[in-house]
């Protein structure tokens, strides 16, 4: 189940760099030798918050898999675990490739401009 909140920015989205937005999808995280199963809770050009359960610590690296809602492309990312809290992990992009920043940032334009 794909599907978008468009009732806008959340959190303190409106003192990052980026702004977030609500969205609904799977996420697939590879944590050294786990393999995670959960759902994007929102997203950024710069980071995006997930629901898993299971062990990840700030400053860990893990690859993450997704698509998007209003995408066909599927993400395959690196990403720095920011923050954990319980199931909600907060992370941060790390070098992402030109094509999947230009898809992030068209993605969150079509949410800022729906919210």
């Known amino acids: 189940m794909i599907s978008v909140d468009r009732s806008a920015r959340v959190g303190k989205s409106a003192e990052r760099r980026h702004p977030r937005f609500k969205v609904e999808c799977d996420v697939h995280v590879r944590c050294g030798a786990a393999e995670l199963q959960g759902h994007v809770l929102d997203v950024s050009e710069s980071g995006i918050a997930i629901h898993i359960f299971g062990n990840m ?14 995408s066909e492309h599927h993400f ?22 030109r094509h999947e920043s230009d898809e992030l940032w068209r993605i969150c334009r079509a949410l800022s401009a729906t919210a």
């Open 57 to 70: 610590k700030p400053g860990e690296r893990v690859i993450l898999q997704f698509v998007l809602p209003n």
């Open 76 to 97: 395959g990312v690196q990403a720095t675990v920011k923050y954990s809290n319980g199931s909600r992990h907060g992370l941060e992009f790390h070098k992402l490739p």
